[in-house]
T-cell receptor
Framework: NAGVTQTPKFQVLKTGQSMTLQCAQD?????MYWYRQDPGMGLRLIYY???????DKGEVPNGYNVSRLNKREFSLRLESAAPSQTSVYFC??????????????FGSGTRLTVV | AQTVTQSQPEMSVQEAETVTLSCTYD???????LFWYKQPPSRQMILVIR??????QNATENRFSVNFQKAAKSFSLKISDSQLGDTAMYFC????????????FGTGTRLTVIP
């Protein structure tokens, strides 16, 4: 049972380069999320997808785009990386409210450094 | 908007002792969910415990229990018989009962268990 698989685990980019972070879940969850974690700031929501075919902005969406490719996959793209996007990125999925499983299942994170 | 505050950036506890981590939140919602997540040095985010606001009984999971004070908007985590494996960052998080399953996180408390 893999849960949420996130790739890559580490990445170094030069300013202005682009990249896509991949995320796939086998939990059969409808909702998926991308968060970034910065020291002293906790986890902040970048984008989320409540169901296949929908995406919405979170708290810090600027500089990012997302694609919900199908129910399993939710990717995060940085079109032109900036040093301010140096962070640890987490993908997560969640079961619906009203189930005993409410809460997120997280991927293992991607440490991204933009130089 | 929901805000979650963890006022203790760092704490330490002797092995086998008890420690309490504080969390307060601000919301106009009447029904919601509260969570504690653990992030060990491996970076993996692990759900520790969950509380539904409509339940007056405090949630417990083995050595972990919460003190949920709805009127005070307080949700503290008590770790009993602390173990070296409890060394981690701990995040408090809030989710509304209605709408999207977005989690709002506090800034975290770094707990060190001292042998």
């Amino acid at each position: 049972n893999a849960g949420v698989t996130q790739t890559p685990k580490f990445q170094v980019l030069k300013t202005g380069q682009s990249m896509t972070l991949q995320c796939a879940q086998d939990m059969n969850h409808n909702s998926m999320y991308w968060y970034r974690q910065d020291p002293g700031m906790g986890l902040r929501l970048i984008y989320y997808s409540a169901s296949e075919g929908t995406t919405d902005k979170g708290e810090v969406p600027n500089g990012y785009n997302v694609s919900r490719l199908n129910k399993r996959e939710f990717s995060l793209r940085l079109e032109s990386a900036a040093p301010s996007q140096t962070s640890v990125y987490f993908c997560a999925s969640s079961a619906p409210k009203g189930t005993g499983d409410l809460g997120y299942t997280f991927g293992s994170g991607t440490r991204l450094t933009v130089v | 908007a929901q805000t979650v505050t963890q006022s203790q950036p760092e704490m330490s506890v002797q092995e086998a002792e008890t420690v309490t981590l504080s969390c307060t939140y601000d919301t106009s919602e009447n029904n919601y969910y509260l969570f504690w997540y653990k992030q060990p040095p491996s970076r993996q985010m692990i759900l520790v415990i969950r509380q539904e606001a409509y339940k007056q009984q405090n949630a417990t999971e083995n050595r972990f229990s919460v003190n949920f004070q709805k009127a005070a908007k307080s949700f503290s985590l008590k770790i009993s018989d602390s173990q070296l494996g409890d060394t981690a960052m701990y995040f408090c998080a809030f989710m509304k009962q209605t709408g999207a399953n977005n989690l709002f996180f506090g800034t975290g408390t770094r707990l060190t268990v001292i042998p």
